[in-house]
């Protein structure tokens, strides 16, 4: 292709638009997001005295137990890093500081739902209504401080176009604990889900980054955080796969009709339209 000198800026700038247009710019998640609050005293939570300070990068299996929920690693490492007490650990092995259901009468109750967008800065992890920035991580949703701390769920989905596959690269980071599983939509017992795992107590830490290559379908990542002392409370969490991710669709509303309800109803329309031909041929 000959080019004219005229022409040229014009090209220049038609590739610098494309290179441009190549990168994924930095763009925020949005998860739908389920709160629970602890009160404090209670074990694993700490009013500004912990027994210990410090980070686990293996604090949790790979995957994610029967319940849902992360399963503790009994061989992780990490100084300063103390195990769940056994009022936060059900028979599988599930840490249930997000299960308001819990057989061995650890406290943790509901604190409403919402979404919530994160990206690579740290996001203060207080519900709507409880106490703003800088104020410890005890709170509830009315806004007293020295009550309760928060955990949280978050959940979304991503999807990889047919035909296709996404490297993705994943970065975490909290005050306190952490933990972010991908696994495809409706299949949470997948065994090597973990992403990024964060345990312990400690000032706002980022994990090493974890890269993982997805093919073709629909995936969903649930992230559990834990603030476990009052010293703050914020996550951040940052990829660059070619996607956005977003919460999950609502399930669907009302009964959904059985086969044979279906079935029925097609025998019906049939009947009522020989009835019909009959009439008319009268």
Sequence with gaps: MKISVRNAPILVAALVLGLFAAVKPAA????????????????????????????????????????????FNPSFTGSGVFAPASEYLNSAGEILYWSPTNPNGGQISADGTGTITLSSSPVTMFPPGSSGPGTGGANNGTGNDGTDFETSILTGEFTVP?????????????DDMAFAYVFPVGDPTDPDSLVESLGGIHGDTVTPSTTVTYGPGTYEIEIFYAD???TNSDLSFSDDGSFTIAPPPPPPTGPVPEPSTFMLLGTGLLGAAGAMRRRLAR
């Design 28 to 71: 925020a998640d949005t998860f739908s997001i389920q709160y629970f609050e602890v009160p404090t005293g209670s074990p694993d939570f700490y009013n500004g005295n912990p027994p210990g300070l410090g980070v686990s990068y293996n604090y949790v299996m790979n995957y994610l137990g029967p319940d849902g929920l992360p399963v």
């Design 162 to 174: 047919a035909a296709s596959s996404d490297t993705v690269t994943f970065d975490i980071g909290a």
């Design 228 to 230: 476990r002392d009052t």
